[in-house]
């Protein structure tokens, strides 16, 4: 570039605000011209940045395991996972990473089935808010695969991101003949990268959360955590980790180690017995969690940063792990406790609750202030409210419910003129769709939206892309939820309540249940009474058998080229009522069955059909019923998958539009 022009940019972005009467012609002729080419230049340099990103996401991609790959892994799990973690260790290795360098991170290392991210964003808001330099590694993300790598609170920018990527890869690449010619899997891959970036950025903790499991996962090379955390234990991933809550409770307690203090949530016996078993046999002194009343707070009361009646379980267990690291680094005064551990968690006399202990300025601003986007999420627009909640066990998406019933009628309280809500839903992997489904129920959704989780029929980012499954067999999951759905939804109207459709035993009632001393008291509806094992229903086994063409809307449209002449859309997504229940002849649902059952083959679409219009951000919707056109105000919960959740956040969020 000419080094006038280059003057006159440096000139430009000096005196942009001053007086424009003491500049020459020239310089006034030139200096809107300078500032013009600032901008472009700017936005060349962000277009090569988001390129490279690009490049780096697309070569991540390639460490994925496609699905017939995935399934012959299945089949050899068992002898390969104890390998796992001494492959990490060899792979850390190669990238320059010592485990003594790991142990210089600090680690707070959490597992457990829900509310895991939250208590590490607990964690991470308490540190960051008594002036530790933070790290944070979770899973997974939700738009961009950056998010996953947290410094003091935000996401790692993208020319980091390029930069400790390929400072990662390129010495696994060149060193790949010394491990049997392999590279780590996209999940060891980015723990490999997570630990780089913490040394390299040299921060004060290094908050680990868990991957699936713990005892095998890809984080646990790390040999002396500071303090390790379990929080809520349930039925999830039990093709991998077992289909019983002990099985599960003794994955999740892999993390424990000698001398490391531990501490968990609230758990049902069955788990709560694991785990103690696990901690004796390991070498480490485990407590309970206290309830989150028990902790002085000094003046009025606060709201915590993430909404949701299970975050003050999950914020006990964080004030727990961060006042334990704190104390262990030597930066915290020995404080008066109010609790005491005289009483000992029922049935478990060797087992006990953990002190709790006041709370000073610094402590509630680290909570209150805490964010965890896609957990119990608002957005608000225009005649339309989107409610955001990544559950995808029972007891999360009972208290999905909870939390969004309570807020959809706040809101509609407020309101005078029509509300509708709809429900859109999508389910991966070996879950009970039918489980997950029947709580919803209960919220009496004016409509049923299904999709898989694909933003675009015809594009999508790199970020979001899922190679361990095809997209015919995510279609097939997404028609076998709106099946069951319908299911359901028919059962409740011809019987008056929602029959079992299901061979999982469970009972009925609150899907949450009370704590007493540290334990669940209602253990069926928690642990499965501990030992039964997770059945699949009948809809499951038949779902290969799903008919595609039913109810499914491929409208083949990206978020560069909208079909601008779609028309009568409805009409041909909308699913009926059949008589192979006994219902008579088929009907139009919306005309005679007051809902609507509707599924699409991507986010883009269910959101042009779910939000009419409403969404600045989406682009001709679908022709819907009159009933939900003539709607003062739509109320979108989405859930069921916390992938569902990212896609939608990518597209509604102004954030990352």
């Known amino acids: 570039m000419p080094s006038f022009i280059c003057s006159l940019i440096r000139y430009a972005s000096r005196n942009r605000y001053k007086n424009p009467s003491v500049m020459s012609p020239l310089v006034k002729t030139c200096v809107p011209f300078a500032t013009k080419l600032t901008k472009k230049l700017d936005l060349n340099q962000k277009y090569e940045v988001c390129r490279k990103l690009k490049e780096c996401v697309k070569t991540l991609n390639t460490l994925q395991s496609n699905a017939q790959t995935l399934e012959k892994t299945r089949l050899t799990r068992d002898k390969l996972a104890p390998l796992h973690v001494p492959n990490m260790v060899k792979w850390a290795s190669s990238v320059g990473i010592t485990l003594d360098d790991i142990d210089r991170l600090k680690v707070i290392h959490v597992s457990g089935t829900k509310g895991k991210g939250s208590t590490c964003a607990y964690c991470e808001s308490i540190l960051r808010h008594q ?35 390929w400072d990662v890869f390129n010495k696994l690449e060149a060193t790949k003949e010394q491990n049997n010619d392999s590279m780590p899997a996209y999940f060891a891959f980015l723990t490999l990268m997570a630990y780089n970036i913490f040394l390299k950025e040299q921060t004060d903790v290094a908050i680990i959360e868990v991957g699936i499991g713990g005892e095998y996962d890809s984080t646990n090379l790390v040999r002396k955590p500071v303090v390790c955390g379990v929080t809520s234990l349930g039925m999830d991933h039990v093709s991998i980790l077992g289909n019983t809550i002990e099985k599960i409770a003794w994955q999740k307690a892999g993390i424990f180690k000698p001398g490391v203090p531990a501490f968990t949530s609230p758990q049902c016996p069955e788990a709560l017995k694991v785990l103690h078993e696990r901690a004796e046999e390991k070498g480490c002194h485990l407590e309970v969690a206290p309830h989150f009343a028990s902790y002085e707070r000094p003046g009025e009361k606060f709201k915590l940063g993430i909404a949701g009646h299970m975050q003050k379980v999950n914020a006990s267990l964080a004030l727990q792990l961060t006042r334990t690291w704190m104390k262990t680094q030597g930066v915290l005064k020995e404080e008066v406790l109010n609790g005491v551990n005289e009483v000992a968690v029922d049935g478990h006399g060797d087992i006990g609750v953990a002190k709790s202990f006041p709370f000073n300025q610094t402590l509630i601003n680290g909570l209150v202030e805490c964010k965890w986007l896609g957990r119990n999420q608002t957005i608000k627009k225009n005649r ?13 998406i009972q208290q999905c419910v909870d939390w969004f019933q309570k807020h959809s009628k706040r809101e509609a309280d407020s309101m005078s003129g029509k509300v509708i809500k709809i429900l859109l839903f999508n389910t991966t992997g070996d879950r009970d769709v039918t489980q997950l489904l029947r709580p919803l129920m209960s919220c009496g959704f004016d409509g049923a939206v299904f999709c898989p989780n694909i933003s675009y029929t015809t594009s999508s980012s790199a970020d979001i892309t899922n190679m361990t499954v095809s997209n015919e067999t995510q279609l097939q999951k997404c028609q076998h939820n709106m099946e069951t759905w319908k299911m359901l939804s028919l059962s409740k109207r011809k019987y008056g309540e929602i029959e079992e459709v299901t061979e999982v035993d469970s009972q009925p009632g609150s899907y949450s249940s009370p704590l007493k001393n540290g334990v669940h008291t209602n253990t069926e509806n928690n642990c499965l009474n501990g030992t039964s094992s997770l059945k699949k229903s009948r809809l499951t086994e038949n779902c290969n058998n799903s008919n595609l063409s039913s109810g499914l809307v491929d409208n083949s449209q990206s978020h560069d080229n909208i079909d601008q002449s779609k028309q009568n859309s409805y009409t041909a997504s909308t699913s009926s009522c059949t008589d192979s229940l006994g219902l008579g002849t088929p009907k139009q649902l919306g005309t005679n069955c007051n809902n609507f059952f509707v599924n699409f083959s991507c986010i883009y679409d269910a959101l042009l059909w779910a939000s009419h219009g409403r969404d600045q951000n989406l682009k001709d919707p679908c022709n819907l019923p009159a009933q939900i056109q003539e709607a003062d105000h739509v109320q979108v919960l989405v859930t069921g998958s916390i992938h569902l959740v990212g896609g939608v956040l990518g597209i509604v969020s102004d954030d990352y539009n």
């Open 131 to 165: 002036g530790f330099k933070t790290g944070f590694f979770s899973s997974p993300h939700l738009v961009e695969v950056r998010e996953r790598f947290q410094i003091n609170g935000q996401p790692l920018s993208r020319e980091k991101f390029v930069t400790y990527f």
């Open 384 to 396: 339309l409210t989107y409610y955001l909640d990544g559950a995808h066990t029972l007891e999360s």
